[in-house]
Nanobody, 117 residues
Framework: QVQPVESGGGLVQPGGSLRLSCAFS????????VDWYRQAPGKQRELVAS???????NYVDSVKGRFTISRDNAKNTVDLQMNSLKLEDTAVYYC???????????WGQGTQVTVSS
């Protein structure tokens, strides 16, 4: 019933920045917990960052200090600001969302991030 859509991916140089956005339509956006995952070919999908309905954030150690997750409930968006990008950040990035009172996680289709010199 909820379909997250990611945008903002692309090709960047090492040390560069990108800002990803996750958007989905609902009248109760502020009740949703939202995660960003990423997956490189041949590797497990890993949780990169999360934000709760209350605004609490968490990050995988490899991106701490470089990535920031935030939400704008008025715009129904959750963003992932990625700075100081490294080659190993190359992956498809996915958004996942769940109503904190529900039990179903909804996945987006993903957006490609490529870090290359």
């Amino acid at each position: 019933q909820v379909q997250p859509v990611e945008s903002g991916g692309g090709l960047v140089q090492p040390g560069g920045s990108l800002r990803l956005s996750c958007a989905f339509s609902t009248n109760i956006f502020s009740l949703y917990n939202v995660d960003w995952y990423r997956q490189a070919p041949g590797k497990q999908r890993e949780l990169v960052a999360s934000i709760t309905s209350g605004g609490t954030t968490n990050y995988v150690d490899s991106v701490k200090g470089r990535f920031t997750i935030s939400r704008d409930n008025a715009k129904n968006t959750v963003d992932l600001q990625m700075n100081s990008l490294k080659l190993e950040d190359t992956a498809v990035y996915y958004c996942r969302a769940r109503n904190k009172f529900g039990s179903t996680w909804y996945w987006g289709q993903g957006t490609q991030v490529t870090v290359s010199s």
